[in-house]
C-alpha cells in the first residue's frame, strides 16, 4: 500500500505495510477478577483460554490476560470502547459493577473515564 511522504511530499511514494492490530496483553495477578470485568461486565466474548491466558474479542482486536504481575505505568495505554451513547453505556456498566468517573461533552466528543480491577485505565467514547 502507497502513500505520501511524511514530510508531506505528495509526489514521494513510500510503502506502507499492511499492518492490523491483533491485541493487546494485560498482564495480571488477579485473573478471575481481571476475566469476571472484561467478559460479565464490559461483555467481551472469550475467543480462547489456556493456562495463565483469557483473550476476549473486542471489535477490531482483543484483549489478552495474561498471569503475571501487574505493572501499569503512570502513563500506560488506555483501552477505549465506543459508544454511541456514551451515558446509556456507563450506566448500563456501572449496573454491573464498573467504576467510571463522570461523563464529560466536549465539542468534538463525549467521554467517560474508569478503570478495571488492576487499575489500567478504560474510556468509553462517541469518537
Sequence with gaps: M???DPAGD?????????MKMARVILFT???????KFYGEVMGLSL????KGWREYGAGGAN??????PSSPG?????????AKDVAAERERL????????????GEMFCLCDGKDPD???VQLSDR
Design 2 to 4: 502507497a502513500g505520501t
Design 10 to 18: 505528495a509526489n514521494s511514494e513510500i510503502e506502507v505495510p499492511e
Design 29 to 35: 495477578s488477579r485473573m478471575e477478577e481481571m476475566s
Design 47 to 50: 475467543a480462547s483460554i489456556e
Design 63 to 68: 484483549i489478552a490476560l495474561h498471569s503475571g
Design 74 to 82: 503512570r502513563k500506560g495505554p488506555k483501552i477505549v470502547f465506543h
Design 94 to 105: 456501572v449496573a454491573r459493577g464498573a467504576k467510571f468517573g463522570k461523563v464529560r461533552q
Design 119 to 121: 487499575g489500567n485505565p
